[in-house]
């Protein structure tokens, strides 16, 4: 991901009301969104404005593209965006290596990244002694589909891929998958609709119907399989 970055997907915007389905994976995380957070790929920060509850001093969107980025500082701007937001276009490369952040996320980005184990080499170098490192991603990848493909995905996750990835210096704090009934709906699209992109109607079914379910089958299932999976490390 360099500077000159164009995202190839729309599911931004697709996904941008899926507030059941946002709601859910901050109820897993909130408690770490502390002090100085970094968020990697903001897209057009739909994802920060259910995440960023003032908790945090500051917070920082860190897009590379252009486009993207300039939603975000026109958002801040038109205080669409908290107060404490600030927006950066660029990757991790473009920010002040003494800097140092309390919990750095990656929420639906880490996927889109081909050299992943590097990427979170250099955000563990930036997160400050006792900081958080979270990645929400698209879980296993026998469920890779056309729609994956579409949006710049070079892969999903299960619990051991993401694990051999993870930075020596860094302890696990949680790791589960989310969205039981998502999985079956991803494995339905997988062998039969082979959609490259799902219709409107159709995030919002999953997200207004399954996402409250599996709020609940999750917890019956302990968390053990799902369409997405997350992760939480914590910096010694």
Not at 33 to 49: D, H, M, N, P
Not at 149 to 160: C, D, L, M, P, S
């Amino acid at each position: 991901m360099s500077t000159e970055y164009k995202y190839p997907g729309e599911e931004l915007q697709l996904f941008e009301t899926a507030t059941n389905w946002k709601n859910y994976f901050a109820s897993h995380i909130s408690s770490y969104l502390t002090g100085k957070v970094l968020e990697v790929g903001a897209g057009i920060g739909g994802t920060t404005l259910l995440l960023n509850k003032d908790k945090a001093d500051n917070w920082l969107l860190l897009e590379p593209d252009e486009t993207m980025q300039l939603i975000l500082q026109q958002k801040i701007k038109d205080k669409l965006l908290p107060s404490n937001c600030k927006a950066v276009q660029g990757t991790l490369d473009s920010l002040d290596k003494n800097e140092r952040f309390d919990c750095i996320i990656y929420i639906d980005v880490l996927e889109h990244i081909e050299n992943d184990a590097a990427e979170l080499k250099k955000a563990t170098d930036l997160l400050a002694p006792g900081g958080f490192l979270i990645i929400l991603s698209p879980a296993f990848q026998f469920l890779f589909s056309p729609f994956d493909k579409a949006i710049g995905h070079y892969r999903r996750y299960n619990r051991k891929t993401l694990s051999a990835i993870r930075p020596a210096s860094l302890t696990r704090k949680k790791m589960v998958y989310l969205d039981s009934v998502g999985f079956f709906a991803s494995l339905l699209n997988k062998l039969l609709l082979r959609q490259s992109y799902p219709a409107k109607r159709q995030v919002q079914v999953w997200d207004q119907l399954m996402i409250p379910v599996s709020r609940i089958t999750d917890r019956i299932f302990f968390y053990s399989f799902g369409k997405s999976i997350l992760a939480v490390w914590k910096k010694q």
